[in-house]
């Protein structure tokens, strides 16, 4: 679809499944996604690189029928439909605890824990700049398991903080439909910037 | 590396290449990267969602001697020497007022940049983390192109926002090192949070 590709080393099915070909889908089959796709998915993506390793991504997947109607309920309106019909919903988080792993996960430098994030709302920034680093990985992923991925912004933040993550340390950043696409699955591709429009040098 | 491979259709060389090999890069050789390369990068990633298609993040690559000093001078003391020697460094900053572009890049809902953004502190959060999940995009994209990333959060970004975005309505959000690996180019991999330490289910 571009004359760049011959710059890139990653094959042109990847492209295409990844990036070229792959959308936001808004409408799916009835075909499950099972837990061992989603593992799949995350043992691929969690490698992606963090700030200080701290990968601070948290997931809830939503299967009960009662949980689902507790997300829908917080779902702007243009999104209830498709959250409430997904095969599975994915609700991604930032932890702003997740300064409790790094001793663990971050073994070269075990003082950035209390060096660098003592403070609540260091945590909280870095949190949520890393972890949406990793909803762009996530997404990505998603796409590498042969899966639509839906993406959505639109939900009252606060209501979903509370009713999926009691303990108040959690953000919640966005909400993932996943499944096969289905029928008219998607709007038309809107544009895209230009290069020019995005990069300058100095 | 996993038994997961089976679940997702990405082929294994591609999940190589951007994910279980790939590695944040701390050295580099003096091999150039070129323009030609950034471009087929920025046209493979420039695909991935953001919502309203807002594609709010802005790269400025430092190619002058002049502005690399500049930029290095911002660093965290432990990136100074690799910011300063990489072949390619890029800043990666959110730009406030991506909404001007909405009209043309959202065809579908042109009232979204009044209805939606007309509050510049809206505009700044959602900015912040569309930009970041294209930053995220962005450097699978260096991999994608055979390259290695080196992304970096160490540094004063007021410093940063006002020597490269004297509009001052662009917030830096990472500076990336871009190369062909060098010599001892990796610290050890450190570990990754474990399936049922990121993912419950509900």
Same sequence: chains 1, 2.
Avoid: C
């Amino acid at each position: 679809m571009t004359t760049a590709n011959e710059s890139l080393v990653l094959d042109a099915a990847a492209q295409d499944l990844l990036f070229r070909e792959a959308r936001t889908a808004n409408t799916f089959t009835d075909e499950p996604v099972t837990d061992e796709q989603l593992q799949a998915v995350y043992d691929l993506v969690k490698y992606a690189p963090t700030a200080f390793n701290q990968q601070a991504l948290r997931i809830v997947l939503v299967r009960s029928t009662e949980a689902r109607e507790r997300l829908v309920a917080q779902m702007s309106d243009g999104n209830k439909a498709k959250t409430g019909s997904a095969p599975l919903v994915a609700i991604l988080a930032a932890d702003n605890e997740f300064h409790e792993e790094l001793p663990s996960q971050f073994p070269a430098f075990p003082q950035a824990k209390d060096l660098f994030f003592s403070e609540r709302p260091v945590r909280e920034s870095s949190a949520g700049f890393n972890a949406a680093l990793q909803v762009g990985y996530f997404i990505i992923g998603v796409r590498a398991a042969g899966l639509a991925a839906g993406p959505m912004t639109g939900f009252n933040a606060e209501g979903i903080n509370k009713e999926f993550f009691a303990d108040g340390d959690h953000s919640v950043l966005a909400v993932v439909n996943i499944g096969k696409p289905g029928a008219d699955a998607w709007y038309p591709r809107s544009p895209r910037l230009a290069y020019d429009q995005v990069v300058t040098t100095v």
